[in-house]
Structure formats: structure tokens, C-alpha cells
């Protein structure tokens, strides 16, 4: 909170990261031709859409969001998406990872995961929505390689991330410009920390979908995560079903989203369990970048979030 | 911990060379103040074991690309994010090889506070001048020597006293502001994050305990005057918004310094108007005021043409505008160097204009200070250029205003930034590296 002294005003933490993203967004927006947000209904995404509309308050949020719909989604999470869109106005694009599977294009993996078969779609939605300015919810605190990749991070028309080869970011100086075909990749959450997320969550009132909240839920335990049992997911041979109180860190496609168990029903009941948290959050709950140390690199490097 | 005890939050960077441990002190410093999570330990010590090594190697946690894991080195600048209960650290970890200026610039451009460490068996070396030179040059508000290894030497007391004197020399011959030495030892944690036992003869702070208690820049830009360049004009004009909106017309940006309240008067460049701040909204919400690092849109009691690129400041003292930039650049490009007539886009604060490079007025000597001539600058060098723009800038001297006194310069063609830029103005009296790349200086051939 402001606090006044006899002189200046300190900012909180969360005033300072608010006020950089807004400040990203509208610098990014300004220049951009035809920007697009990234949204998946996980939190990240959802702070993202929030600031942005505190960004160009009164007025809407002046760009779509784009949903890469990997057809393994959590069914609340899909209702909460339809009910965001509709009360801020704004318009949404879907590009259906089923539809790839369907007509060939891609092919589903061995192990069911649909993670890594988002980058086409993604790609090819950026190409035809004409996106020259690409709005990601991906935090640096997550992991290594997204602490090395800039707030404004350029991409070629295949969409690869070189990181040898990034811009110098300096002071709050955004450079957007890059050649046709080319496009930027726009993080604004960039500084922000998962406690700061959460902090911000609590104190903002942000409504998320249910499932980061405790739940009963029918569950299994697989590679030391809580995995939920339904569509996508079946108990194999000395697997059994159990009914556990959990939640979700992250969201993402149903068959490699773990869960966790925790009792805590509300914005502040989490922050308080994140705070003491021994495990990051994606360490926690993420299978796809258990592959290996530089599996997010690798799918960076192929166009991916 | 609640919220409010994370009230503040210090940007940090920092800068060494080569194999001096930065990566290993970064390290040290998340792990012993705890910010090591239990997986991320056990993925680093699973590969420590893999290489045969005996303990956790804690530049792994750092270097996270493929290449730096293969080549044990670091590539690029990484963000890392740590707390204690005093505070809320972002720390910029530049590595210190090939595009040594360009990655210290770019961690320092945003520090309050440059962390350069030094080898105490190896000394000063040419690079922990660059970083020192780069420091001063950014106006980087406090800076820090660690001087690393001193588990390496019998006699670390004595070679520690002997660097410090060099140290506090060259720092004063560059004009850094505020220079604090430390004696560590980034491998065992000696003055890292606990005051060390094995070090008697130096009675100073930790290096976390200094970091925790340096003051926070933002009150010095409140300081200042009033400026906001408008990053772009919000009209809702939407028949569907309530009837209040119909007519707001905002411009909004972040507050580069000073503060604003409401009823208050300022000036508009380049219009050339002086008008009334009618309404203030913060983040979404009215205020009564506001002041720099926040984000606002103001509404002005007067209809006056307004775009992005504009600036709305305190009618006292605002910038006129130029059409000539004098200014001292750091070279970042390594696909191209700097040429006199060379066509560039200049960037400063919301506003690009196309530019001409009229001069090269000098390049930096690392090793004497002085200014020197050439045709070019190449990767890294830091000197002094004239630049011509196609439209007027309001800029304000870098010593005084980081924010209207920083631009970039930007390939027309291929959009790569190609320099970090500060403004200069002979005069004001500027000591320091910046004084000896003054127009006038002495030892300037033109």
C-alpha cells in the first residue's frame, strides 16, 4: 500500500510491478499493428487480462485473446474462459490442437501429452491472424531458460526464439520493431514472482477458475504428482484411484497437470501455503519439463510460449 | 512474511569477468538466504554428482541454457528473483565475456545498486575497469566491489587493503557515486550473507546486509520535476460505456519523475501549451495524485493536440525542444559499427524519430580515460557522438534525468538496437569519465 512520509511516497512491490506492466502494455499496444494475448485461463493469464484492462481503462481492452485449445482442458476452466471474455468484451480466437490431430497435420504422442503439439497451431494462428505482437503470461521465476529471455523477446517467421542472439533491454526503453513476417513475443509479467502473483490475486479480489482452490477430486499418484482420473487420464496396472482434497498450481492440458494436496479454500489460504513452499511450482506439478534440464528451452526454440 | 514486509524492492546487477565466481556468488547468495527450493537443489546436485564433482556447484543455478551447461560458461543477462524479510531483491546477473559492455549496460541501465566483482589474485583487470567505467556512465545510484577468493591467499588482509586503495582511486577518477568494497569468499560465504569469522580485519557490513539497507533510488526521481511522455491517447467512445466515459479523452504513460496532483498546471511539447491536470486515474482508479514509476492517465482542463511521443511536465524548467543530440553512446552492435553520416531510429522515452550520425566526437581509452579519435566504433566501445533528428526531442542532461535522457539507436532496416545512448550537457559541470568526454576536453582530437 501507499504509505506517505513528509516528503515522498514509497511504492509497494506490487505497485512498482503493476505499474511496469501497464507500462509494457501500452508501449507495446501503441506500436504494434495487431496484438493478441495469450490466454489459457491460468492465472498467469488472467493477471495478464487484468492489468491490460487496467491499462486502457475506461476505455476496452483494444486487441483480442487467442486460446491454444489443446482439447485436454479442464472443463471449469474452459467455462471460466467463455464467462472472462464475455464480460470484458473482447474477442476470442481459438486454435484447436484436435483439429490438427483430425486431419493429420499433427499426430498424437505415444504418451498422450498434448503440450508439446501446441506450437503449430499457435504458430499458424499468429501467421493468420496477421499477430505482430504476442502477449505471453510466462514469469522468469519459473525457470531457467524464461530467466534468460527478455520482456520484449523477438521471433523469426518460424517463430524461434534465439537466445544468443537477444536485444539489449535497457532501462524501460522497449524496442518492438522487427521485419514482416517476423514477431515479437510481449511478457509483462516478466518480474512478477508466483508470491507476488498471489499476493496480487488476494489483494486485487481476482477471480480465478475453481480448480486452483481445494476440491475433492478422484485422483492418482504418478511420477510423485496427484494426476486427475477422467477422459485423458486412466489408472494404469498398481495404479489405484483415490479421493484426495487437492489443487492445481498450475493449469494446463489435463494429462500432465498434477495437482496438489492442500486445504486451502481461498486466495489467502494459498498465499500463505506459497509462502512456505518447499517445491517451485512447476517442479511441483509440470511433467513436460521434467523431460529433461532444457526441455523448456528446446520447445522455446521451436516457437513455443 | 505478509505483504507489507515486502514493501520494497531493489533492482540489482552484476558484473565480473571470466571464471572470478559470479555465477558461484550469485548462487551462494540465493542458497544461503534460502531461496532455493528443494527441487531446484536436487536437480543441481544430481548433476554436480553426474560431473564428479563433490558439492553442489552452484553456477548451475544460474546457467541455464544448453550451451552454458555444455560449455560450463554463461551466455546471456539472467533475471533472478530473491527475498529476505527485509526486502525484495531483482537481480540482473551479466556475464562477463564477449558482449561484456552490452550485457553490463543493459543489467545496469535498470540497478539501483551494480555488484562488480574482482578476483583478489588476479586484481584490477581491464574489464573490472569496463564495469566500473559502465557503472559511473549509467549513473548506477551505488556501486559494489566484491572482492572474491580470499580463501585463496595466506595473506588476504593485506592484498585486500592494497586493491581497496586502487579501487577507491580509479572509482573516484571515474566519478562513481557510491563505492563500498567487500572482501569475500563466494565458494565457503565468507561475508556473503553472514559477516565471516576468518576475516577479523574487516569490520564492515555482509554483502546482503549492505544490499538490505541501501536506500531506495525512487525517492531522488520524486525529487525531480514533473514529466510524463504520453505513450498513447485512451478514448472510449463507446456508447456502451457509462455515460461518463463519453467524453474522456486521457493520456496515459508512466511518470518518468517528479509528481502530479490534481488542479496543478503543466506544460505540453511539443504544442507549446500550458493547460490544468483536470483528472488523475491510477491503474484504473481516480486520484487526487501521483507520483513517478506509476502509471496514469491525466485529463487536461484545455483541448489541445496531443499524441504519443508527447510530453506533459512541469511548465518550470521543461525541456525545449533539439534537433541535435549530443550524447555519449555505448556500442552494442556486433553485426555493424558506428559511422559518421550512418542513418539510425532514435528512441527516447515514447517517441522514435529517424536520426542522422553527424559525429563521432571521440572514443573512450579504458586504460588512460581520455577521449581518442577514430573513424568507428566497434562492439563494446563506449564514445561520444553528435546526433541529428528529423524532429524535435525534449531532452534533459542524463546526470539529471535518466528517464528523458536515455534514447536508443536502432538499425532502420533490420529494427536490432544498436546502442544504449545518454544525454549530455557541457554545460552543466559533470565530473568524472563523462567530464573527459566533454566536447571541449582537452585531450579531444577532432
Known amino acids: 500500500m501507499t504509505t506517505t512520509t513528509s516528503e515522498s511516497v514509497t511504492l509497494s512491490q506490487l505497485q512498482r510491478l503493476e505499474a511496469e506492466s501497464i507500462h509494457i502494455f501500452r508501449e507495446t499496444a501503441s506500436e504494434g499493428e495487431r496484438p493478441v494475448l495469450l490466454f489459457s485461463g491460468g492465472k498467469d493469464s488472467v493477471v495478464m487480462l487484468h492489468l491490460a484492462a487496467k491499462a486502457f481503462w475506461p476505455a476496452p481492452i483494444p486487441f483480442p485473446v487467442l486460446h491454444v485449445d489443446t482439447g485436454h482442458n479442464f472443463p471449469e476452466v474452459l467455462e471460466f474462459r467463455d464467462r472472462t471474455v464475455e464480460r470484458l468484451k473482447i474477442r476470442l480466437e481459438v486454435a484447436k490442437v484436435q483439429d490438427y490431430i483430425d486431419d493429420g497435420r499433427l499426430a498424437e504422442r505415444p504418451d498422450g501429452t498434448r503440450n508439446q503439439l501446441q506450437t503449430v497451431p499457435l504458430l499458424d494462428a499468429i501467421t493468420e491472424g496477421k499477430h505482430d505482437v504476442v502477449y505471453g503470461g510466462a514469469r522468469r521465476d519459473e525457470e531457467k531458460a524464461r530467466a534468460k529471455e527478455r520482456i520484449i523477446s523477438l521471433r523469426d517467421e518460424f517463430g524461434q526464439w534465439d537466445p544468443r542472439n537477444q536485444r539489449p533491454e535497457l532501462w524501460s526503453l522497449y524496442n518492438t520493431r522487427h521485419r514482416p513476417g517476423e514477431h515479437v513475443r510481449v511478457f509483462p509479467l516478466s518480474n512478477w514472482t508466483e508470491l507476488d502473483i498471489w499476493s496480487y490475486i488476494t489483494e486485487q479480489g481476482i477471480d480465478l477458475p475453481p480448480l486452483y482452490y481445494a476440491h475433492e477430486r478422484d485422483v492418482i499418484s504418478r511420477d510423485g504428482m496427484w494426476l486427475a482420473v477422467g477422459e485423458y487420464v486412466s489408472p494404469r496396472e498398481n495404479e489405484t484411484v483415490e479421493q484426495r482434497t487437492v489443487r492445481y498450481r498450475t493449469v494446463g492440458d489435463m494429462s500432465c497437470t498434477g495437482a496438489v494436496e492442500s486445504p486451502a479454500t481461498t486466495a489467502e489460504e494459498v498465499l500463505a501455503e506459497v509462502m512456505t513452499s518447499t517445491l517451485t511450482e512447476r517442479g511441483a506439478t509440470r511433467a513436460d519439463d521434467r523431460v529433461s534440464e532444457a526441455a523448456m528451452e528446446d520447445r522455446k526454440r521451436e516457437g513455443y510460449f | ?446
Open chain 2, 1 to 446: 512474511m505478509s505483504t507489507e514486509n515486502r514493501a520494497s524492492l531493489l533492482r540489482i546487477a552484476t558484473a565480473g569477468s571470466v571464471d572470478d565466481g559470479k555465477s558461484t556468488l550469485v548462487g551462494r547468495l540465493l542458497h544461503d538466504t534460502k531461496n532455493i527450493l528443494v527441487d531446484q537443489l536436487d536437480a543441481i546436485e544430481r548433476v554436480s554428482q553426474s560431473r564428479g564433482l563433490d558439492a553442489a556447484d552452484l553456477a548451475l543455478l544460474t546457467d541455464g541454457l544448453r550451451a552454458e551447461r555444455e560449455q560450463g560458461i554463461t551466455i546471456d543477462v539472467a533475471y533472478r528473483y530473491f527475498a529476505t524479510p527485509a526486502r525484495s531483491f531483482i537481480l540482473a546477473d551479466c556475464p562477463g565475456h564477449v558482449q561484456y559492455t552490452r550485457n553490463t549496460v543493459t543489467g545496469a541501465s535498470t540497478a539501483d545498486a551494480l555488484i562488480v566483482l574482482v578476483d583478489i589474485t588476479h586484481g584490477i583487470m581491464e574489464q573490472t575497469r569496463r564495469h566500473l567505467a559502465v557503472g559511473a556512465l549509467l549513473g548506477v545510484p551505488h556501486l559494489i566491489v566484491a572482492v572474491n577468493k580470499i580463501d585463496l591467499l595466506p595473506d588476504a588482509e593485506e592484498a585486500f587493503r592494497e586493491l581497496s586503495g586502487q579501487l577507491h582511486e580509479l572509482a573516484d577518477e571515474l566519478g562513481v557515486l557510491d563505492l563500498r568494497i567487500i572482501p569475500v569468499s563466494a565458494l565457503r560465504g565468507d561475508n556473503v550473507v553472514e559477516a565471516s569469522q576468518d576475516t577479523p580485519w574487516y569490520d564492515g557490513p555482509s554483502l546482503l546486509s549492505w544490499l538490505e539497507n541501501l536506500p531506495d533510488s525512487s525517492e531522488l526521481t520524486q525529487a525531480e520535476r514533473f514529466a510524463l511522455p504520453v505513450q498513447c491517447v485512451i478514448r472510449p467512445q463507446s456508447a456502451a460505456l457509462s455515460p461518463e466515459f463519453v467524453d474522456y479523452r486521457g493520456y496515459a504513460g508512466q511518470i518518468a519523475s517528479g509528481s502530479v496532483a490534481v488542479g496543478d498546471k503543466v506544460a505540453v511539447q511539443p504544442a507549446g501549451r500550458t493547460t490544468t491536470v483536470e483528472r488523475i486515474d491510477v491503474a484504473g482508479a481516480p486520484a487526487e495524485y501521483a507520483v513517478a514509476g506509476q502509471s496514469v492517465t491525466l485529463t487536461l482542463a484545455d483541448q489541445i493536440d496531443i499524441t504519443r511521443g508527447d510530453l506533459i511536465a512541469e511548465p518550470a524548467g521543461a525541456p525545449s525542444g533539439t534537433k541535435s543530440v549530443e550524447a555519449v553512446v555505448c556500442w552494442l552492435d556486433d553485426e555493424k559499427p558506428l559511422r559518421e553520416g550512418q542513418r539510425v531510429l532514435l528512441k527516447h522515452t515514447t517517441r522514435v524519430v529517424r536520426g542522422i550520425v553527424g559525429s563521432l566526437d571521440g572514443r573512450l581509452n579504458l586504460e588512460s580515460l581520455a577521449a581518442e579519435s577514430v573513424e568507428s566504433f566497434e562492439l563494446n566501445d563506449i564514445g561520444r557522438v553528435t546526433v541529428r533528428v528529423a524532429e524535435p526531442l525534449f531532452t534533459t542532461a542524463y546526470t539529471q534525468s535518466h528517464a528523458l535522457g536515455s534514447f536508443l539507436l536502432i538499425d532502420p532496416q533490420s529494427g536490432r538496437t544498436q546502442a544504449a545512448g545518454m544525454v549530455q550537457d557541457d554545460s552543466v559541470n559533470t565530473p568524472g569519465v563523462l567530464g573527459n568526454l566533454r566536447a571541449d576536453a582537452g585531450e579531444w582530437a577532432i
